[in-house]
């Protein structure tokens, strides 16, 4: 009776895993699809070249048309070094994002508005000397930074994004 009790507690155990299994959807298939890291990797990457409005090319090349450190657009989401000469402004085109490493530096702007300084999640406004190693945010193309015309130090930015130095 004991070996009958058992035997059936182990054939209602095993049925009642296979249904269990049943309901699991199949690996691979519709329910269940198979996703690799490159695939999402590359969906991705076009789904933000969609969103940033260049439908879907991209092109990684540097488009920099330098001319003696005046005017700079790259494409290639990298940080450019620059050296801002002592009393000189560099206007940020929208979306630029600068880091100024070392020197003195001021916010400027024609419209009166501030820039976004990330590192710190705050505004600051025209005028404000701007800490090093900060990442600054220039949400238009009113707004820039001027070096300081007392400086002795040389002023060394990076810079992510489009600008002109006047």
Same mark, same amino acid.
């Given at each position: ?41 590359? !969906?991705? =990457?076009?789904? +933000?070249?969609?969103?940033? #409005? ?5 092109? /990684?090349?540097?488009?920099?048309? @330098? ?34 490493? !070392?020197? =003195?530096?001021? +916010?400027?702007?024609?419209? #009166? ?5 990330? /590192?710190?999640?705050?505004?600051? @406004? ?41």
């Amino acid at each position: 009776m004991k070996k009958y009790i058992i035997s059936l507690a182990l054939i209602g155990s095993l049925s009642f895993v296979t249904a269990a299994q049943a309901d699991a959807p199949v690996p691979g298939s519709i329910d269940d699809p198979v996703v690799t890291k490159s695939y999402m990797d590359q !969906r991705i =990457k076009e789904e +933000v070249a969609k969103a940033l #409005g260049n439908g879907g090319n991209t092109n /990684t090349g540097n488009n920099s048309s @330098n001319n003696n450190g005046n005017t700079s657009t790259l494409s290639d989401n990298s940080f450019e070094t620059v050296q801002l000469e002592k009393g000189k402004t560099l206007m940020a085109e929208a979306g630029t994002e600068i880091i100024v490493r !070392r020197g =003195k530096t001021y +916010v400027v702007s024609t419209d #009166g508005d501030s820039v976004v300084d990330a /590192t710190t999640g705050k505004d600051v @406004n025209k005028g404000a000397l701007i800490e090093n190693n900060h990442l600054l945010i220039f949400p238009r193309e009113t707004r820039g930074i001027q070096a300081d015309a007392k400086d002795t130090k040389d002023i060394w930015l990076m810079v992510r994004g489009g600008y002109t130095i006047k």
